[in-house]
């Protein structure tokens, strides 16, 4: 006798037919959610591997068009190959690590590691005009739950040619200004080292109640957002730090 029988069979007033009954939905729940999940997981996973890319595009200016797209993941694929012209990753001495996928890196556990255990992948674009442009992955918190995005910095790897930053949960008007191009557009033309000669690493300085003017390493913080900003701040130190050594090594080769 199948259990669906079995349930039939029995008094519906008994408390074994109300646990069994009982049993019987969540069961086919279960089941119901998992054959749900399995089949919705690979465009859930294409829709994050799209959103990723489109991230990485708009640091670099080039996920314009991608809302009036017909076929967003194939805009966005198309244009993904087309100016991301390599991706790798390094540790934090400068050294290429093999076997690893630039792409597949994530963040969240690598900046939970020390430093010297992290992947640190690099997204190396070339542009229409033929500059290089050197992407690199964020990850940081701020006041409600984690931010992310990626910086591009010109080929003297100081110069930031541009910024994308998101969050999960920061407020409306406040924290969450940071994915705004307002805010983000401060960032172009910034330098994250300083000096001449003996360069040194200051990353970028977001300030409470505005950078001054000229600063070439200070943006104005969020009116209202402060420890978003300060968690922005210290995200991007965190990160861009890790990459020194592979910068010190990317420059005495163009040098060379």
């Known amino acids: ?14 408390n074994a037919y109300t646990i069994m009954y009982s049993s019987a ?4 729940v279960a089941l119901l959610l998992a054959v749900a999940s399995t089949a919705l997981k690979p465009a859930q996973t294409k829709n994050v591997e799209t959103e990723k890319k489109i991230d990485i595009l708009r640091s670099i200016g080039m996920a314009e068009g ?3 797209a017909t076929n967003k993941h194939s ?6 190959t087309k100016y991301i012209a390599e991706q790798y ?10 076997g690893v996928i630039a792409f597949n890196v994530d963040m969240k556990v690598e900046m939970a590691k020390p430093l010297e255990q992290r992947n640190l992948p690099v997204y190396k674009a070339k542009l229409d005009d033929g500059s290089v442009k050197y992407i690199i992955p964020l990850r940081g918190r ?17 110069t930031i040619y541009g910024a994308t930053f998101a969050h999960q949960g920061e407020t409306p008007g406040l924290g969450a200004e940071i994915s705004t191009p307002e805010f983000q557009q401060q960032f172009k ?14 990353s970028v300085k977001v300030v409470k109640g505005g950078a001054t003017a000229n600063d070439p390493h200070g943006v104005d913080a969020i009116s209202g957002g402060t420890i978003t900003s300060k968690g922005l701040e210290s995200m ?3 990160c861009l730090s890790g990459y020194q050594n592979y910068f010190d090594k990317v420059k005495k080769q163009l040098k060379s």
């Open 75 to 80: 805009f966005v694929s198309e244009n993904f």
């Open 25 to 28: 939905m969540v069961i086919i």
């Open 236 to 238: 991007l130190f965190d």
């Open 89 to 98: 990753v390094v540790n934090s001495n400068g050294d290429t690590i093999t």
């Open 142 to 158: 701020g006041l409600w739950g984690p931010i992310w995005g990626y910086i591009a910095l010109n080929d003297d790897l100081n």
């Open 189 to 202: 033309g910034k330098s994250i080292f300083q000096g001449d000669s003996i360069l040194t690493f200051t």
């Open 66 to 68: 991608v809302e009036k």
């Open 1 to 14: 006798m199948s259990l669906i029988e079995k349930i039939k069979s029995m008094d519906r007033n008994s």
